[in-house]
């Protein structure tokens, strides 16, 4: 309850930072529905060219650019900021601030900074996912739908995770944003259905770096037949992803230099 009411704190100093600049909060909202559009646009000019792309249907793959869509909506309203500013604090000597916290440290710094803006872009995100989902063609049951919809909440919060573990590299390297530059040239991984990579890459996208079971994993869940063995795979990724991170979470402490040393 104690962390519950510190996050109600985190959201009450954001949207009314947010409404501050109101410029810059109805711009990104703009940014991001001209991302959405696009997104579509791609996938429904390759479907002029072909019926099916990694064995989905023109349906089907609108209902995953969807899920995809929510990921990305999810992660940046909850992480992305925080993410930004967490190799800052590190490199600043700022992170003492955050270190006398009587919480946990990286629970602060994960979830202080909530993006009021990208919320409203939250909301057509969801508005879309639903819209996908009403007009399925195939029958889906509400227990599928709920543990879809579980997947990718996960899935943002895997993608977080993995943001989390490059950006902890400047701990050692001393660089501005860590080995962040090399996640976000593979982060458009997470727009593509996983079937379409083959071999070794295929192997990298699903267990090394898992952009693949952010939301192709999750659609394919809702729309295969007997596919519980991909929660299987999802939960033991998701925690053993985890554990690393908070494993090279405390390595980096101990290599921390304060603003004070």
Request: charged share 10%.
């Amino acid at each position: 309850m104690r962390y519950m009411r510190l996050y109600i704190y985190f959201l009450q100093f954001s949207f009314s930072k947010a409404f501050n600049f109101r410029v810059d909060f109805f711009f990104r909202i703009f940014m991001d529905i001209i991302f959405y559009t696009i997104q579509f646009l791609f996938f429904k000019v390759l479907y002029l060219h072909t019926n099916t792309l990694a064995g989905w249907n023109i349906e089907q793959m609108s209902l995953f650019i969807a899920a995809y869509i929510f990921v990305d909506a999810l992660n940046m309203t909850i992480f992305s900021t925080n993410c930004w500013w967490l190799p800052i604090y590190i490199n600043r000597g700022d992170l003492d601030y955050y270190l006398t916290k009587p919480v946990s440290t990286l629970f602060f710094l994960s979830f202080k900074e909530f993006a009021a803006n990208s919320f409203v872009n939250l909301l057509i995100a969801t508005g879309l996912l639903v819209t996908m989902l009403t007009q399925y063609s195939v029958e889906l049951s509400a227990w599928k739908i709920f543990i879809f919809i579980i997947l990718l909440i996960n899935g943002a919060a895997i993608y977080y995770l993995t943001h989390l573990l490059f950006l902890l590299s400047v701990f050692w390297t001393g660089s501005p944003r860590g080995f962040g530059d090399l996640f976000f040239s593979a982060a458009p991984i997470v727009e593509r259905p996983d079937k379409i990579f083959k071999g070794s890459i295929r192997f990298v996208f699903l267990y090394i770096m898992p952009f693949s079971l952010m939301a192709s994993y999750p659609a394919r869940y809702l729309m295969e037949e007997n596919a519980n063995s991909i929660i299987i795979t999802i939960i033991c990724i998701t925690t053993a992803l985890f554990s690393v991170v908070q494993i090279v979470w405390r390595r980096g402490l101990r290599v921390y230099s304060s603003a004070s040393s």
